[in-house]
């Protein structure tokens, strides 16, 4: 939806381009120490007019090209013309969402599955991976400055979420199964595997021959 108006003007004053960082609920988990570093580097950058985020810190100790709030309509600025990069934690709704509007990360990784998370769309070229708790200046400005100066990363993103977009609305494919089933029935989309008696499930034939095997090669050695 439509940005308010004083968020609007602000990222449409953002021609250079505009950078949006948000760690949600997990930005309690980071120290201000590591806030006031990041906050550092943002201001180093001539060709990105403004950041956004949830940075939770004194908005006196931030650069002048740099926007604070505890909140952000994070979706709503995603989906505008004039957003570059997202940075983040690694949160799957969030990857998820940039996915969506075609826009290349770099990611700090906090916890949990946000570590594989990072990883996985690390191996596809759509984001950079920064350690949150080690990392130096240098790192997270080299790091950004690649993801914005690199083409590869956002024209890698952008052809996922063409992907994406090609697929058939969840809505649709719903009405399509229940209509299918309703003039098909559903027998033909039963997997045989679900009338496999449990020792063929589970394989137990297959087990039971390896264990005679390595008992024989066991009692052969040792005999």
């Not at 960082?21 to 570093?37: A, L, N």
């Not at 957003?83 to 700090?108: D, S």
Request: proline share 4%; with cysteine; net charge neutral.
């Amino acid at each position: 939806k439509p940005l308010e108006s004083e968020l609007a003007e602000y990222a449409d004053s953002a021609t250079k381009g505009l950078i949006v960082v948000t760690f949600g609920s997990m930005s309690r988990q980071i120290p201000s120490d590591v806030m006031q570093k990041m906050l550092n580097v943002f201001g180093h950058f001539p060709t990105i007019s403004s950041s956004y985020g949830t940075l939770k810190i004194s908005t006196k100790a931030s650069p002048g090209n740099v926007k604070l709030s505890k909140w952000v309509p994070q979706i709503d600025l995603f989906a505008h013309r004039n957003t570059k990069l997202f940075i983040g934690h690694g949160g799957n709704n969030g990857q998820m969402e940039a996915v969506y509007y075609g826009l290349p990360m770099a990611t700090l990784p906090i916890f949990g599955d946000q570590f594989y998370n990072a990883q996985r769309i690390t191996a596809r070229n759509y984001d950079r991976v920064v350690n949150i708790r080690e990392f130096t200046k240098d790192e997270l400005y080299e790091a950004i400055a690649d993801v914005l100066g690199n083409q590869t990363y956002a024209d890698n993103i952008q052809k996922c979420s063409r992907i994406f977009h090609s697929m058939r609305d969840p809505h649709e494919r719903l009405l399509f199964w229940v209509d299918h089933v309703l003039r098909f029935g559903g027998d033909h989309l039963r997997p045989t595997y679900m009338d496999l008696t449990l020792w063929k499930f589970f394989m137990l034939d297959v087990v039971g021959a390896i264990l005679v095997f390595l008992l024989a090669t066991v009692y052969c050695i040792w005999k």
